[in-house]
């Protein structure tokens, strides 16, 4: 048994510390208790913005593990039989929690991860709709039914699978967790849920909600760690399926190793998203869309937009893009006058600066340096302010890499069709946009463009909860994708019943051995 603390609400800072302050603690979830790791190896988590440890994670042991997996595999067995009412009503009331802890959740957010406070709301609020979409699924679970003749029926009805393994990023530490744990437990399913170990705070606040709400012992559980703990859930066989969402190497790996244990696999990889602008656009929404979309969250946003394709004479609008850029604030996520944060790490910086440095050698043109630019107060914490490259060519660092940074490469052409050729050529397919007014281009642009999620005269067109995200080629690995209808048919598996109930005398059949016809 691994050592317990009774179920505890951490009074996480609602604002930077002092180099001095004493970490809080991130302990595991396990059974509905918070317990200290056993482990001997953790890693500090860093303050992006002061470069100050906050807290540190631990390696949970194989032990913790074990316990983690087997709770939530004990758990199951009851669970999946709590009437779906319950269960609902389960739902309803972390939602509830959710709202009431909102702004406490988005703190913590700001803290470990570094984007500004109403962005972190943000982060909340897309989850919270999920969850809240997740109270609703009872109508979507409920099977369908033929009577295929007058005495025999067959019905189909979509059981959990048991425990479910997620495995989440650092750059939306409440929306991800919750993309599968509502859908997950409403459904039947109990789940072992592995955060960022670079920004676990909103899912352990999220954890003490599900205690507050009367969630039973083990139907979520909270592991920490890397590679070892990954590891231990893609390949233990009392885990069923497996929610990713990362990098494409931390992706590719986990879904060729949980599908070759026989495990259901979705995993959500890197972007690199493309906005279209046409000459008959609205300029002044153009430029603000694009500053959001580029440059939000420290460009960190799997949606975010990355490369901006100039069609025809737009290529004079770029300048009004620098010039809004320009005016972008860089500083503390909970200065409410700040535009956006810093980077996550101080390495995820370096390498923004060295593919920017790269790229300029490649013959790029900086328009915009965000280069070497710090808030007055916070010269240690990983800045980089927003960065705009000019005439860049899709052999260049900038374009091929996923930079997640405030980094936007703008790439010129003279028709729609090149745009299309360009974006259907790159491997990525998460998401990409148009903006026009022009109905026929947007209707061209939508048929022809191969991404899974496409906005018109939107940058960031992520499908509310009733949809599902569905990014698609290098931006994906499955066959069902998170949340909504698709989501729920992940997470449950069919079951037909064919009943014969005879009306007339069971002697009156004749005795067959061929296929039966009905
Ligand atoms: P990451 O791949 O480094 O980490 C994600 C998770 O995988 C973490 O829990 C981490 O501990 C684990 N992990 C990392 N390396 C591993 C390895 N070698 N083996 C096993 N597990 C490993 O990703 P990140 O830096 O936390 O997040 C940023 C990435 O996530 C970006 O590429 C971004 O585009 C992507 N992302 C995608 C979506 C989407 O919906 N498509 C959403 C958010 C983020």
Redesign the pocket.
């Known amino acids: 048994m691994v050592n317990q603390l009774s179920s505890t609400a951490i009074a996480y800072p609602t604002g930077h510390t002092e180099e001095t302050d004493k970490p809080y603690p991130t302990f595991s979830f396990l059974n509905n208790t918070f317990i200290e790791s056993k482990s001997t190896e953790w890693f500090d988590i860093h303050d992006p913005t002061t470069n100050f440890v906050v807290s540190r994670v631990p390696q949970s042991t194989e032990e913790e593990l074990e316990e983690s997996i087997e709770s939530s595999h004990i758990a199951f067995q009851s669970w999946k039989n709590v009437s779906i009412i319950k269960r609902q009503q389960f739902a309803f009331k972390l939602v509830e929690l959710l709202r009431e802890n909102f702004d406490r959740i988005a703190s913590v957010i700001v803290l470990e991860q570094g984007k500004v406070f109403a962005d972190a709301q943000g982060d909340v609020l897309r989850g919270l709709q999920v969850a809240e979409q997740a109270c609703s699924i009872t109508s979507d679970l409920k099977g369908s039914f033929l009577e295929v003749s007058a005495d025999m029926e067959t019905s189909m009805a979509r059981e959990p699978l048991g425990v479910i393994a997620s495995?989440?990023?650092?750059?939306?530490p409440a929306m991800?967790p919750l993309w599968t744990l509502p859908l997950a437990i409403v459904s039947g399913n109990t789940t072992v849920v592995?955060?960022?170990?670079?920004a676990p705070g909103a899912a352990m606040i999220i954890a003490e909600l599900v205690e507050k709400a009367g969630i039973p012992p083990g139907v979520v559980n909270i592991v920490h760690?890397?590679?070892p703990?990954?590891?231990k859930l893609i390949r233990d066989p009392r885990v069923k399926a497996v929610t990713?969402?990362?990098?494409?190497?931390?992706?590719e790996?986990?879904y060729q190793e949980a599908t070759k244990h026989g495990k259901r696999c979705q995993a959500?990889?890197?972007?690199k998203n493309h906005l279209v602008v046409l000459p008959d656009a609205n300029r002044s929404q153009f430029v603000n869309a694009i500053n959001g979309a580029a440059f939000g969250a420290a460009g960190?946003?799997?949606?975010a937009i990355s490369v901006l394709i100039c069609v025809g004479e737009t290529k004079n609008w770029v300048q009004d893009v620098v010039d809004y850029a320009k005016g972008l604030k860089i500083g503390s996520g909970f200065d409410p006058n700040s535009d956006l944060g810093p980077l996550?790490t101080p390495s995820?910086k370096d390498r923004a600066e060295k593919i920017i440095e790269q790229s300029i050698k490649q013959g790029a043109e900086i328009l915009l340096d965000g280069r070497g630019k710090y808030p007055e107060q916070y010269s240690k914490g990983n800045f980089l302010a927003p960065t705009i490259l000019a005439n860049v060519k899709p052999d260049m660092d900038c374009y091929v890499e996923?930079i997640?940074a405030p980094v936007l490469s703008v790439i010129n052409v003279q028709t729609l069709d090149e745009a299309i050729e360009i974006i259907n050529k790159c491997p990525y397919g998460?998401g990409t946009s148009i903006f026009t007014t022009s109905g026929p281009a947007q209707q061209k642009f939508t048929k022809n463009v191969d991404v899974g999620q496409i906005g018109v005269n939107v940058p960031i067109p992520v499908p509310l909860p009733m949809f599902s995200?569905t990014?698609s080629r290098g931006?994906?690995l499955g066959d069902l994708n998170?949340y909504g209808q698709a989501g729920l048919t992940f997470l449950t598996k069919p079951k037909t019943i064919t009943r014969l109930w005879k009306t007339s005398d069971y002697e009156d059949s004749a005795k067959t051995t061929s296929m039966p016809t009905h």
């Open positions: 495995i989440c990023p650092f750059n939306f991800i592995k955060p960022s170990e670079r760690g890397k590679v703990t990954v590891n990713f969402v990362g990098s494409n190497k931390a992706g790996y986990i959500n990889l890197g972007a960190q946003r799997c949606m996550v995820a996923e997640f998460n995200f990014g931006s994906f998170f």
